[in-house]
């Protein structure tokens, strides 16, 4: 990873989960490149109820597709999730928290640090 990474406090951005492994390049961080249309940026802790929002949205991400290595994500894991999609469940009451410490600065173009602030939950990464 490059030190160029920043969170969305300027400082150099922290994994967010090996276990998954999560990430736009499965690396454990939240970054992206203009390949990621979907700005996988912003480090979540699912919940039960996010995850049914997301898959009424057509985004299952609780399934295992062993096609893709993707193992099927349950509440409590941490995931890097898209910038549009966390503002899309907050603007539905359907958010779920956030680790600052390992969401990208480049989040801060789609939604404001004090959105994010209101679901802040400290920083652990899942090993």
Do not use: I, K
Request: proline share 6%; net charge negative.
């Amino acid at each position: 990873m490059s030190a160029s990474e920043l969170n969305v406090f300027g400082l150099p951005l922290e994994p967010c989960s090996f276990a998954p492994m999560t990430g736009y390049f499965r690396d454990g961080c939240c970054r992206s490149d203009p390949g990621d249309r979907g700005l996988h940026t912003v480090c979540v802790v699912l919940t039960a109820e996010f995850l049914e929002f997301s898959r009424e949205r057509g985004n299952d991400l609780s399934t295992p597709r062993p096609e893709y290595a993707f193992p099927g994500l349950n509440a409590g894991d941490r995931w890097c999730l898209c910038a549009t999609r966390w503002l899309e469940a907050l603007q539905a009451g359907m958010a779920p928290d956030v680790v600052l410490e390992s969401t990208h600065l480049n989040t801060l173009g789609v939604v404001t640090l004090d959105q994010l602030r209101l679901y802040a939950v400290e920083s652990r990464v899942s090993r």
